[in-house]
């Protein structure tokens, strides 16, 4: 579902073309997320070297093989973004380098705890006044126990 909308229109299930995806790869895509599909399936994000870590993510992006539409859109909505992804896949340390500072940068974020955080059961959507942790976890645990915990 991540992708499913440079794949297919939603509404409909009609097969779209991104046109921002390589063919071969949208081929690929297809073959793996068939319109009807009562399954999660998943991909690698960086189809050249998928359990590598490395910079080939960015040269995926370069060559249309960007799974996401916000992978897509470092490459053709900024030149400053494009400057970055075509500096990152041709500069493996400069990656690194700037993978360790970003790295560092987010470890320095004051993380929200207690009553003014929350841990989400989906990473993406906040969650709502119901959720599983606040049904499930809390009774357990107590909202006091799990903010004197993680601090």
Do not use: H, W
């Amino acid at each position: 579902t991540s992708f499913q909308n440079r794949l297919y229109n939603i509404t409909t299930g009609d097969t779209i073309v991104d046109s921002t995806l390589n063919t071969t790869f949208a081929s690929t895509l297809y073959s793996i997320c068939p319109v009807v599909n009562d399954t999660v399936n998943a991909t690698n994000m960086d189809p050249i070297t998928a359990n590598v870590f490395d910079s080939n993510y960015y040269v995926g992006v370069q060559n249309g093989e960007g799974l996401f539409t916000s992978d897509a859109s470092l490459y053709t909505d900024s030149t400053d973004s494009e400057d970055l992804v075509n500096s990152f896949a041709s500069n493996q340390t400069l990656f690194f380098q700037n993978f360790i500072l970003g790295m560092l940068k987010m470890a320095q974020l004051d993380v929200l705890t207690g009553t003014e955080g929350e841990v989400r059961t989906n990473c993406s959507v906040a969650n709502n006044a119901s959720s599983y942790y606040q049904q499930i976890i809390e009774p357990i645990v107590g909202p006091e126990e799990r903010s004197s915990a993680s601090e």
